[in-house]
């Protein structure tokens, strides 16, 4: 037995060194890491589908709207985020403004749907790397990529921060460089005849298929800006975050948009909707492959090929940050086993980039197994949680809005103030309701209703439920009253 003031030494010397996240995200890290989260194989690839199905104009109108929305979204979140910096926001905002269980149906949903992208990205890094060595066997790159992902989060939050920074800047660069070139070359500039708005007027343009083609485009526009809600995770462990989250964010999104429309209108006013190689996801005949072909770029496909491969990385390496922040989170409000709240000696949460890594390896080797339907079904899960947990910082910041106005507290306090409240986030609860509920729309309009695949496009809702109504009856929670949500204004957070 220890002498009584030896244990009470002991119980000092370990409260002393009882480690905290690392506040090292600089603004410039924060700025990369919502632009990348957002710049992903869906511009890349899936842009010219959009354009294909709506023509150049409705696939305009439609990301126009969900530019919007991720606006209103954004700035929801950037007033909570700036007021309490938080790692894993969304469950702390959805337990302290909402109720506990909408924070940890939110927060195990999140984590979640990171932990099941990281399969997705092991898979789609097999298949890109396949492009320069067909032969090559896929374990080989999936491990290899999972290893690299799980050292960048390891070594520290800036090793993540500088990694994300790097990989984001080369999107941007591709993005920037595809901009230009097009515009000089819809105005004749760089060779070729000087097409102009030509193409805006082929056939039906710009407008082609009526509203439903836009309803459709807005749905999958909606995915391709997923992961900017990243920052808001980020927010525990940046420098200053009062200042620099609303920073990023006000910056990012007027960025993002102009990236996406831009982009956009340049693969519109190039290439006629009525071009099937549109229609095609292969990097080979991808919107932006073709366009540097048609700009004499003679290493066109392998270019884009790469950059196509640091949007994957890029996602991989948000993913596994984004949740195991989130778990570390919930640990510390007891929403999570307690060793998921443990951090090393340079403030990162070990075991839940173990755990998260695990569950994203097994996810992804169950498609080798059985013709790939237990990963066909958890990647249909995962499909609308993006939305869910949209609608979460929307309701969350709604409530966190009423609750401090009801508590007879001055909007001059918030170190960030979200604008066009309560429209914002009025009209974003609408988009992302509208949004989950018309996933498989197409289905009820066929002559014979696809169950299986109605099922398949739903998964998201009952898991989300499940763990709601789950800790809700297991826990007693009740919805929080406006007048009893508290505000620790002195509270420094981490």
Not at 210 to 228: C, E, K, N, P, R
Not at 452 to 467: M, Q, R, T
Request: proline fraction near 4%; include cysteine.
């Amino acid at each position: 037995m220890l002498p009584e003031r030896e244990i009470e030494r002991f119980q000092q010397s370990a409260n002393q060194q009882e480690q905290t996240l690392k506040r090292e995200l600089k603004s410039r890290h924060l700025t990369m890491i919502s632009i990348g989260g957002a710049i992903g194989t869906g511009l890349f690839l899936s842009s010219g589908a959009a354009i294909s199905s709506a023509g150049p104009g409705g696939a305009l109108l439609a990301y126009t709207i969900v530019g919007a929305m991720v606006f209103f979204i954004m700035t929801s979140l950037g007033e909570m985020a700036a007021f309490m910096p938080v790692s894993g926001s969304f469950s702390t905002y959805g337990t302290k403004f909402v109720d506990p269980a909408f924070g940890f149906a939110i927060g195990w949903t999140y984590w979640f749907s990171w932990s099941m992208t990281i399969a997705a990205e092991l898979a789609a890094s097999t298949m890109i790397m396949k492009f320069w060595f067909p032969d090559s066997p896929s374990l080989v790159w999936s491990g290899s990529f999972l290893a690299l992902i799980f050292l960048l989060n390891y070594l520290s939050v800036k090793g993540y921060g500088e990694g994300e920074y790097w990989l984001s800047l080369i999107k941007v660069s591709a993005i920037v460089i595809f901009i230009v070139v097009g515009l000089l070359m819809i105005f004749g500039i760089m060779g070729g005849e000087a097409v102009g708005f030509k193409n805006f007027t082929v056939d039906k343009a710009p407008f082609s298929g009526g509203i439903l083609s836009v309803f459709v485009v807005f749905i999958a526009a909606g995915f391709s800006f997923q992961g900017t809600e990243i920052v808001g995770v980020t927010a525990g462990e940046s420098e200053n975050p009062e200042k620099n989250v609303p920073k990023a964010i006000k910056s990012v999104f007027w960025r993002i948009l102009i990236f996406y429309i831009l982009a956009i209108a340049v693969i519109g006013l190039l290439i006629p909707y009525t071009n099937p190689n549109l229609q095609n996801d292969n990097v080979m005949v991808s919107p932006f492959t073709l366009i540097f072909e048609k700009a004499g770029i003679a290493f066109a496909a392998s270019l884009m090929n790469a950059v196509i491969l640091t949007a994957v990385l890029s996602a991989g390496n948000s993913s596994l940050y984004a949740s195991t922040r989130m778990l570390y989170s919930m640990a510390k409000a007891g929403q999570a086993p307690r060793i998921f709240g443990k951090l090393n000696n340079r403030g990162v949460p070990v075991a839940g980039i173990i755990l998260t890594c695990a569950i994203g390896a097994l996810a992804f080797l169950a498609s080798f197994f059985g013709d790939g339907m237990v990963y066909i079904w958890l990647m249909n899960a995962i499909s609308i949680t993006g939305f869910i947990f949209w609608l979460g910082i929307s309701i969350s910041h709604y409530r966190f809005r009423k609750a401090f106005i009801a508590q007879g507290y001055s909007l001059d306090m918030l170190p960030y103030k979200a604008k066009w409240f309560p429209i914002g986030p009025i009209f974003a609860i609408a988009c992302g309701i509208i949004v989950i509920l018309a996933q498989n729309f197409q289905a009820f309009l066929a002559d014979q209703i696809d169950w299986g695949g109605v099922v398949a496009a739903y998964l998201g809702i009952p898991f989300f439920l499940s763990l709601y109504f789950g800790y809700k009856l297991i826990k007693k929670t009740k919805v929080v009253k406006l007048e009893e949500v508290e505000f620790d204004f002195d509270k420094k957070y981490n």
